[in-house]
């Protein structure tokens, strides 16, 4: 079983930055894509951006320019810069991972809440 634990969160103000990190319990080098949703109450989870096994990053319209995924290798963690942070990306981010062997497999973190406030 793969565990998966964002931190990073927190309150911050329109213009602001945070950057959350993720952190796995297995090689993030092992998966074949990780990425990063949000989810506000009453609505569906969404993407906000992924990065798969290639290094291919595909992102949010409503992010792009904004966010940024990354990932160190060393540190065994994965990234989401969050800049120029408006009061609609207030949501609670969930980190995932993904692994395509055996079977399709896919891991989440607990969430962590940003908040922006305006």
């Known amino acids: 079983q793969v565990q998966l634990v964002e931190s990073g969160g927190g309150l911050v103000q329109a213009g602001g930055s945070l950057r959350l990190s993720c952190a796995a319990s297995?090689?993030?080098?092992?998966?074949?894509?990780m990425g990063w949703y949000r989810q506000v109450p009453g609505a569906q989870r969404e993407l906000v951006a992924d990065?798969?096994?290639?290094?291919?990053?595909n992102y949010a319209d409503s992010v792009k320019g904004r966010f940024t995924i990354y990932r160190d290798n060393a540190k065994n963690l994965f990234y989401l810069q969050m800049n120029n942070l408006k009061p609609e990306d207030t949501a609670v981010y969930y980190c995932?991972?993904?692994?395509?062997?055996?079977?399709?497999?896919?891991?989440w973190g607990q969430g962590t809440q940003v908040t922006v406030s305006s």
């Open positions: 297995r090689d993030i080098f092992s998966f074949n894509a």
């Open positions: 990065l798969a096994h290639g290094g291919i990053t």
């Open positions: 995932n991972a993904v692994l395509w062997v055996p079977a399709v497999q896919q891991y």
